[in-house]
């Protein structure tokens, strides 16, 4: 027989946990917020202004019309002027040919770079939000609240594995809107939990859909009423000054972790009544 979790219980789970000590929780949010934004300059990608003069056309390469009307009588000066205008022209082109050639290599090297630096960014975001998770379900299991649980799990490789995850859920989830919504909504309950086995059983991609179409197995109607509090809850946090945003977040966001925790751990967990939190130095 599957496990089954209750919606009212997991809201309550999410509502304690939060209210035992709100501080910590919106201070753990605050630096997840930071350190994610922080990994990103606006302009760190912006290129400099290009000052440079434009060499494209070079006026020399042609005679001016003096010298075409002085020379007109020397047949002979006239063709060496036709002959060196020909031979610079040529210089040009193969100048110009050069140029593209750099231009375009140096252009593919920017890409790489840039690609390469973006990648590394969304990894360090992603291991930044993995470790959020892990406090979120630290809570959820009755464990100890730390701050240092946030930086606990900077892994590149799966957090490359994890953006492969959410890229193929919402994939996964779009091709079933398309086809009518309620195959779309089947399949986003079903998968749901995909992520929260990456994060916190190192799963593998295939893997990981698996276990979550197990654990849903039976509770996709329960899944679907805690999106429809959950809309509500985020709803009031916008009607309360929008502010309350943050709380609300933070309390849906327990709410499915004990859910996830409820599903796979078997665990009647409680709040975390008097968290402890540690600053690193």
């Known amino acids: 027989m599957n496990k089954t979790f209750s919606v009212i219980k997991s809201i309550k789970f999410g509502w304690a946990t939060f209210w035992a000590n709100p501080k910590f929780w919106i201070i753990a949010t605050f630096l ?20 440079r003069k434009d060499t494209s056309i070079n006026q020399s390469f042609y005679p001016t019309d003096d010298t075409s009307v002085l020379g007109a009588q020397d047949i002979s000066q006239n063709k060496w002027a ?15 040919l050069t140029n593209i050639l ?10 790489l770079v840039v690609g390469a630096i973006l990648i590394f ?10 470790g959020y998770i892990h406090l979120l379900l630290s809570a959820s299991r009755g464990g100890n609240l730390d701050y240092k649980i946030i930086l606990s799990d900077v892994n ?3 957090a490359l594995k994890l953006l492969a995850v959410q890229f193929l859920y919402g994939f996964i989830v779009f091709l079933g809107f398309i086809f009518f919504i ?23 991609i295939g893997e990981s859909f698996s276990l979550s179409a197990k654990a849903t197995k ?22 309360c000054l929008i502010v309350g945003i943050i709380p ?11 859910v996830y925790a409820s599903l796979n751990d078997n665990l009647s967990v409680e709040p975390v009544i008097e968290p402890t939190p540690v600053v690193s130095a």
């Open 248 to 258: 609300a977040q933070i309390i849906v966001s327990l709410a499915y972790a004990h």
């Open 182 to 204: 309620i195959p779309g909504i089947y399949l986003m309950l079903t998968y749901s939990l995909a992520s929260y086995f990456v994060i916190d059983k190192n799963a593998g």
């Open 82 to 96: 036709a002959a060196n205008v020909a031979a610079t022209e040529a210089k040009s082109d193969t100048n110009i």
């Open 32 to 51: 997840v917020g930071g350190l994610s934004m922080s990994s990103f300059s606006p302009g760190m990608f912006t290129p400099p202004a290009d000052t």
């Open 121 to 130: 960014i969304t990894a360090i975001r992603t291991s930044v939000t993995m």
């Open 218 to 239: 039976g509770n996709k109607l329960r899944l679907w009423g805690l999106s429809f509090v959950s809309f509500f809850v985020i709803l009031a946090g916008l009607l």
């Open 102 to 111: 750099i231009g375009g290599l140096v252009a593919i090297l920017v890409v």
């Open 156 to 158: 590149l490789n799966k």
